[in-house]
């Protein structure tokens, strides 16, 4: 899951609908922004199962530009708890250019 982001989009509602479906039993990953100020945050990701910060911003294709993002970014696990604690890690961020692109 990867909510859409920007000004006035509830990303709360977003987080939200993942932590629950994990409560009835689901599993979502989400690529979410490495907000950690906002309160979607602490209600919701902080009782994950897994938070994994990406190492560098996140390159993409846009209109065949190499562009990068302008936020830091997560990939948050959420899924039947055992406990109350989320695994905390990095995982690599593998470059996109121009090249890997076409």
Request: charged letters at 20%.
């Amino acid at each position: 899951m990867n909510p859409p982001y920007g000004r006035g989009v509830n990303v709360y509602a977003w987080v939200q609908k993942a932590f629950e479906t994990a409560e009835m039993g689901g599993v979502v990953v989400c690529l979410l922004p490495a907000s950690c100020d906002t309160r979607w945050f602490h209600d919701f990701v902080m009782r994950s199962t897994e938070i994994r910060f990406v190492k560098d911003r996140l390159w993409f294709s846009l209109q065949g530009r190499c562009e990068r993002a302008n936020h830091s970014s997560i990939v948050v696990v959420f899924a039947p708890m055992k406990d109350s604690t989320p695994r905390i890690s990095s995982i690599p961020n593998y470059r996109v250019t121009r090249k890997t692109l076409q």
